[in-house]
């Protein structure tokens, strides 16, 4: 098992910044691809992003493309997500999520999960 904590979600106005962080432990960072979703009310959890054990590949949503960035820190057990000209539309809680390296990059199949942090865009 892997326990996930978010921290970093709050209010911020349309075309402000916030980073995420998530903290693993309880299992060798460097064995699982990080992920983050999110949840919008009302709205089925849907992918934003999701990084390689190595950091090496990334993968993103369309709709964050050229806004989010995500990145890890394997010494510190942390993965981040830069969020750079949000939007009200981004307002949703966030979730961090893993998945054992041996399953393809990929979008599914993150079996891990964190208690989500709020994320508000105001507009």
């Known amino acids: 098992q892997v326990q996930l904590v978010e921290s970093g979600g709050g209010l911020v106005q349309a075309g402000g910044s916030l980073r995420l962080s998530c903290s693993a432990s309880?299992?060798?960072?460097?064995?699982?691809?990080m992920g983050w979703f999110r949840q919008a009310p009302g709205k089925e959890r849907e992918f934003v992003t999701a990084?390689?054990?190595?950091?090496?590949?990334?993968l993103y949503a369309d709709s964050v493309k050229g806004r989010f960035t995500i990145s890890r820190d394997n010494a510190k057990n942390t993965v981040y997500l830069q969020m750079n000209s949000l939007k009200p539309d981004d307002t949703a809680v966030y979730y961090c999520a893993a998945k054992y390296r041996s399953v393809a990059l990929g979008t599914g199949d993150f079996g891990f999960w964190g208690q989500g942090t709020q994320v508000t865009v105001s507009s």
């Open positions: 990084i390689s054990w190595s950091g090496d590949s990334t």
């Open positions: 309880g299992r060798t960072f460097s064995w699982f691809h």
